[in-house]
Each structure stands twice: as C-alpha cells, then as structure tokens.
C-alpha cells in the first residue's frame, strides 16, 4: 500500500492499458486515486483495460476507448471521468506512438500519424482537461509525458523526437497559461524505458546490450521507474512544481561516454 499521496483524488491518463501509462495508472490507485484511463478502441486494447480495472477495483476505475489524436476524445474522456467520479484533478498525457523508420524513406502517413497521436493528441486532452479544472476552480496537475528524445536526436525517429520536444514545450506553455488557475504542468522525460514501443529495436541483441552499457544505473528503465515520479508531480509533493522537466533515465542523458 501507498502513503495516501493522491487520497480522495481523481485521475485520467490516456495510452494506458499498457506500458509507461499503466504502470502510472496502477501506482495512483494505489496512493489512493480513483483512475480512468483512455485507450484506443481495440479488442486486445479493451481486454487489457478489463484486467487493469480488476486489479485496480472496478468501483475506483474507469476505462473510456477512443483514439486521442482526435479532439472530441479528449472532451468525452473527460466528460465520462466528471460523470462517474465529479471532478478531474490529475491529467497525464501519456498516449504515444513511435513506428521507428528510416528518415529518407519514411512515408508522409507514419510522419503524419505520429505527430497527430503524440502532439495533436497532447494537446487536445490536456486542452479539454485544463478546461475541465479551470471551471473547477480547484487547481489541478497536468503531466505530460515526453521523453529525453525532447532533449537528444534519434536517427530512426525523425517524426518522433519532434513530438516528444513539443510536448515539453506545450507543458511549459500551458504552466504559463494556467498558473494563475492553480494548475500545474510538468513533463516527464523517460529515458530508454522496456516498453511495446521499443520491444522490436530492443530485440537487436547488441544495440540493447549498448545502450545498457551507457546507462549509468546499468540497467534499461522499466514503466515502474515512471510511477513515482509522475506520483511526485500529481501530489501536493510537488506544489511549487511547475513548468518543471523530470528526467527519468537512469543518468543516461548526462553520460556522454
Ligand atoms: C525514447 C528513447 C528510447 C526509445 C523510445 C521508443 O524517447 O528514444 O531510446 O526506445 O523512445
């Protein structure tokens, strides 16, 4: 059991019937937060959202299918989150995709759809969200997950660094936009977290082996690694926190070696 950190609190997290956003997901309820995810409208998607509301009690769980790179998700997830539990107090835009390819050859649709799952998607959400705390009156945390591809290039992520950059700088705007509503906007940067995003490049045997040689804890992230940092930046932990980066990475970005 948690510390109560996020007790009597509720959140919603996009992308997270999987990876990083379950992970963040399972941890929040534990710190005692009623959670609703989004997840995009598949079979295989919806059954692992089941298994998550049964871990997590269904009486403190929400899931809300959509694909977030469309604007009204954003709005019915929010909708749906104030109508079974009356407030939104934590947002964590996590949803994200990154289909690695090589830059000269890579087709306008895996460019474009990139940036709308990852960016427009952010965007959109913490837009409704932001909306949502604001008519509240009660502040809020909005936390949206970028990545050290924010900070450093990837040569077979030419569609995707990009979006994680901006989701960096659209944290630090809207910390601008909404400070004076008592909302607060970090972002998170994971460093190479273990997901379904990278399991195939990380299948290279010699490439995984090299990038954990370069992580100064000496071992590659897992989604665990997130769950309490994104707890510091959703409690009252973190009240002076805003426009704030968290590296998540294991000292990776700081190892230039
Ligand atoms: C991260 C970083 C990792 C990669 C994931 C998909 O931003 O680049 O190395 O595995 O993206």
Not at 35 to 61: C, M, R, T, Y
Not at 140 to 163: E, N
């Amino acid at each position: 059991m948690g510390y109560n950190l996020l007790q009597g609190k509720t959140v919603a997290i996009t992308g997270a019937a999987t990876g990083i956003g379950r992970s963040i997901a399972v941890k929040m309820a534990d710190e005692g937060a009623n959670v609703v995810i989004n997840h995009f409208p598949s079979e295989e998607q919806a059954q692992l959202a089941k298994e998550l509301g049964k871990e997590i009690g269904e009486d403190k769980f929400l899931a809300v299918p959509g694909d977030i790179s469309k604007p009204e998700t954003g709005k019915d997830l929010v909708a749906k989150t104030v109508e079974k539990f009356g407030e939104l107090n934590v947002f964590v835009s996590n949803a994200g995709i990154c289909p690695f390819a090589e830059f000269t050859e890579m087709p306008a649709e895996t460019y474009l759809k990139t940036v709308e799952i990852n960016l427009n998607g952010a965007f959109f959400s913490t837009q409704a969200a932001a909306k949502q705390m604001k008519l509240q009156g009660k502040g809020g945390s909005i936390i949206g997950v970028s990545s050290i591809s924010a900070l450093v290039g990837g040569g077979f992520q030419t569609h995707y660094t990009p979006t994680k950059a901006g989701i960096l700088s659209l944290m630090q705007s809207e910390a601008v936009a909404l400070g004076e509503y008592g909302i607060r906007c970090n972002a998170l940067l994971p460093g190479t977290i273990r997901t379904g995003l990278n399991e195939e490049d990380l299948a290279n045997d010699e490439k995984r082996v090299a990038m954990e040689k370069r992580v100064p804890l000496q071992r590659l992230g897992v989604p665990d690694d997130l769950a309490g940092p994104a707890v510091f930046l959703a409690s009252d932990m973190s009240q002076y926190v805003t426009g704030a980066q968290v590296l998540v990475d294991g000292g990776l970005f700081v190892n230039l070696q």
